[in-house]
């Protein structure tokens, strides 16, 4: 019999959370931030090959993405991915593909 892994739905941070973590007090980037929110979840799902944060790893998750916004905040500009303190995070239930 296969191992049956049941996996949640639903955001992993609030607005709240994320302007916290960014020491955000306006709402002046909202809207940015809601998108770097949007993006930095995708792509860390996207980074390990999954549809949906593995139940019980919610935070792990959470924070790598909340690394990611971070990174994208304060470098507009853009990035090469995802950063490597957030690989680190998650790497451990990356898919990988052969």
Request: hydrophobic fraction near 45%; proline fraction near 4%.
């Amino acid at each position: 019999m296969a191992n049956v892994v049941v996996l949640t739905t639903g955001p992993l941070y609030t607005l709240d959370e994320v302007k916290a973590h960014l020491r955000v007090d306006g709402s002046d980037d909202d809207v940015t931030i809601e998108a770097y929110m949007d993006a930095a979840q995708e792509s860390v799902l996207q980074y390990c090959n999954l549809a949906l944060v593995p139940a019980g790893k919610e935070n792990t998750f959470k924070v790598a993405a909340l690394m990611y916004v971070a990174a994208m905040y304060e470098n507009r500009a853009g990035l090469d991915g995802l950063p490597k303190s957030a690989q680190l995070l998650v790497n451990p239930y990356r898919w990988l593909r052969v």
